[in-house]
């Protein structure tokens, strides 16, 4: 009883009887088509001239299947009604040719579907009822329907179980439609190859954006959440005795934080504007601020003029030496860092060299990401990058394409 009348099988019902309403325009245009070539008097009532109408209407859905937005109107409507997956179904209008002849497949089996059930839904229930008060009503056995010929004398005792069986054949053939549409719905309204590969795109360039996000924000922020604690510690241990570095340190901490909050805001950009328009940021031309206030005393050698490289390298390679300093400042303590810079002709090389810990570092929890992050950087744009102890210090070195 839940297959022919449940919550479900009725809302498929009423999805069939939406079809049957879409269908009487075609079935309109249809009979107009017979009454030309059918006595008038003959066209509405001949039961056969009503079937080639309905025979007219669906190669004229088949038709209107093909434009694009039906393909997105029927996936609403199953998605509403059939109670199936949605995501067996395909987003968007109908692009390549074989989405839009399924479409229309899907079109006119859900129209001449809906046709038949509509139909039936209209005309069996009333006769139902009077074949089920027949006993009970003398005027109907004698009335101008017919009946009385068929269900006369005791055998009018079978009309009941009759019309009974009239409502469960109507309940039974609406539910077996409504199964068979919800079983062809993800075959002729579900994605193409090529939908799926532009899905399979666009999560993809999704993915590329965050994993930039997530970069941009571990390589700013991260950078200036370790300056601001070395500075505050430091600062906290010599407060009594050196008032001087406490000023330093509060205004290191004070120009850390300005900048961090205007790189912070760009980075944000790129989920307001999208990637092109939101993927500003600081270049190397801004390396004398990031080094004034990183928090570690820094040797730097610049050969070549930044100002020449394209802004997306100079983007990447000022991301690269600052996590480079985060890594020194998060385990190399105060320890005096080298950094050389050289733009040549066709890379940019960037080398920054830092001694060694004394002892482990100890890794926070979340960490870890800023050099796996620099590779990821670095091999975007088509170049290289490593890391690793060398001849008793730890040397970042990195190659990136002009």
């Not at 009822?129 to 009946?147: E, H, K, M, N, Q």
């Amino acid at each position: 009883m839940r297959r022919l009348l449940g919550a479900r099988a009725r809302r498929r019902w009423v999805h069939l009887i939406l079809g049957g309403a879409l269908l009487m325009p075609y079935f309109l245009v249809g009979m107009v088509i017979v009454g030309a070539f059918a006595p008038s008097s003959d066209a509405f009532s001949s039961l056969p001239h009503q079937f080639a109408a309905f025979g007219f209407a669906l190669p004229l859905a088949a038709v209107t299947g093909l434009l694009p937005l039906v393909r997105p109107l029927s996936v609403y409507a199953v998605r509403a009604l059939c109670g199936i997956d949605g995501g067996l179904l395909a987003d968007g209008p109908a692009g390549s040719r074989a989405a839009r002849v399924r479409t229309a497949g899907w079109y006119t089996l859900h129209v001449g579907a809906g046709g038949v059930v509509s139909g039936a839904t209209l005309a069996l229930p009333p006769f139902a009822v009077l074949l089920i008060a027949l006993p009970f009503s003398d005027s109907l056995r004698t009335s101008r329907y017919g009946v009385s010929q068929v269900f006369d004398g005791w055998r009018a005792l079978l009309a009941p179980p009759a019309g009974l069986a009239m409502l469960c054949a109507l309940a039974l053939c609406a539910a077996a439609a409504g199964e068979l549409l919800a079983r062809t719905a993800p075959v002729l309204l579900g994605p193409s190859p090529t939908d799926r590969l532009a899905a399979a795109e666009k999560r993809a360039a999704d993915l590329a954006v965050r994993n930039r996000l997530a970069r941009e924000l571990h390589d700013s922020v991260g950078h200036a959440l370790s300056a601001v604690t070395l500075q505050a510690g430091a600062a906290r241990r010599v407060l009594e005795t050196d008032v001087e570095f406490v000023r330093e340190a509060l205004t290191a901490i004070e120009e850390t934080t300005r900048r961090t909050v205007g790189e912070l805001d760009a980075v944000l950009g790129l989920l307001r504007e999208g990637e092109d328009q939101g993927a500003t940021g600081p270049t190397l031309e801004g390396l004398d601020g990031l080094l004034a206030h990183c928090g570690v005393k820094v040797d730097c050698t610049v050969t070549g003029d930044p100002a020449v490289l394209a802004a997306a390298v100079s983007r990447e390679a000022y991301r690269i030496v600052q996590e480079g300093l985060s890594n020194a400042l998060r385990y190399g303590g105060s320890s005096r860092v080298g950094l050389r810079i050289a733009v040549l002709e066709e890379k940019v090389e960037i080398t920054m060299e830092n001694p060694l810990p004394e002892h482990a570092p100890v890794v926070r929890p979340g960490g870890g990401r800023g050099l796996p992050g620099i590779a990821e950087r670095a091999a975007l744009l088509g170049g290289r990058a490593a890391a690793g102890p060398h001849d008793g210090v730890w040397r970042l070195t990195a190659e990136l394409p002009r």
